[in-house]
């Protein structure tokens, strides 16, 4: 199945974590409160996606069915080639200008502007697609386990 293929490769080419000092990740119910400030943030490449993109992971295993939440940083012009996931995507812009759209080809003219502060809501196994303008950060969560898989197999890093 091209959504378990595509999450096993993602959790193991992503694979990143967050220090904030004796914090237990993912956060649970009863420890202390979470607090992280953008210095403490650790980014990486994003083994999933073209190259360019960056993630922090804040909380959660990524291939359990337990609450995430991570960031991603893309560069001015940055694609998002058409995906979908197997979870419902929360995704709320905190920098630059996200440009995203439904659908299961690339079509700039679909593209909806998403200024900082905006918010998108997408259920799971819908396509979807988007462009960066300006260095453009913005963050998800949601309930794993995580995955991304693209509808044209050739737009997929890992292969």
């Not at 091209?2 to 694979?15: D, H, K, P, S």
């Not at 953008?38 to 960056?54: F, I, K, N």
């Not at 998002?80 to 419902?88: F, Q």
């Not at 300006?134 to 995955?147: C, N, R």
Request: charged content about 20%.
């Amino acid at each position: 199945m091209r959504i378990t293929t595509a999450l096993v490769t993602f959790l193991a080419t992503a694979t990143l974590s967050l220090t904030a000092g004796a914090q237990s990740l993912p956060y649970t119910a009863g420890d202390d409160h979470l607090m992280v400030t953008p210095d403490q943030l650790e980014w990486g490449p994003v083994g999933s996606m073209a190259e360019g993109a960056e993630m922090a992971v804040i909380e959660g295993d990524l291939s359990q069915e337990e609450p995430f939440t991570f960031r991603l940083r893309l560069p001015d012009g940055y694609r998002i080639d058409p995906h979908v996931h197997p979870a419902y995507e929360r995704l709320t812009v905190l920098s630059g200008t996200l440009h995203f759209a439904h659908g299961e080809s690339f079509d700039a003219d679909q593209l909806q502007r998403l200024p900082a502060g905006s918010v998108a809501i997408m259920p799971p196994g819908h396509a979807m697609f988007g462009e960066a303008e300006g260095e453009t950060v913005f963050q998800l969560h949601g309930t794993g386990p995580w995955a991304i898989d693209y509808i044209d197999p050739a737009h997929d890093p890992r292969r």
